[in-house]
């Protein structure tokens, strides 16, 4: 089976990777860039998860794989901050589209100010951190998690959905 998805992001990359190993025995990935077609930052579920679907129907149009994956991390206003989210979508060539959101935890007042101010969750991550590429490893979510919870763990919840969901839907025909 061939898995296109649709980001080069380390952390994406790797649960989707591990998601599918441990369900497929003979798996094949392809990781392209594709466009989300929202804002760079989502900031609504609705526009997360538009966000997921566009790049899993983006990177399956754009290759010969079996399934397209796409994951988006976004924020959202709620009545008790700002929380972070996230959403996947599993898009296959018999035109099922399934989608599955994870954890949310509420981000400090400082990133979230910096959030409403128009910047961008990953550079405004970096430089509370001191570091680069917090994307691309533990996420915001590690970091206010101590690490328990990463960015790859969390997005492999949300890809072990997916794949559950998509078994079911295939068993049930």
Not at 20 to 33: D, G, M, R, T
Not at 47 to 74: P, Q, S
């Amino acid at each position: 089976m061939k898995i296109a998805i649709g980001t080069k992001n380390k952390a994406k990359v790797q649960a989707i990777e591990k998601g599918f190993q441990q369900h497929i025995n003979e798996v094949s990935f392809q990781c392209l860039k594709t466009e989300s077609n929202v804002s760079e930052q989502p900031f609504s579920d609705q526009e997360t998860i538009e966000g997921a679907l566009n790049r899993a129907k983006n990177v399956l149009r754009m290759t010969n794989a079996d399934i397209g994956i796409g994951l988006e991390g976004g924020v959202t206003e709620t009545l008790y901050g700002m929380f972070l989210c996230n959403w996947g979508s599993l898009v296959d060539r018999n035109g099922n589209e399934i989608i599955a959101g994870g954890a949310r935890i509420s981000l400090p007042t400082e990133i979230a100010e910096g959030l409403r101010k128009g910047r961008e969750l990953g550079p405004l991550m970096d430089e509370f951190t001191s570091k680069t590429g917090i994307r691309q490893s533990e996420g915001a979510v590690g970091v206010f998690t101590d690490g328990l919870v990463t960015r790859d763990v969390m997005f492999f919840h949300v890809v072990q959905l997916l794949i559950g969901q998509w078994k079911y839907k295939k068993n049930q025909f």
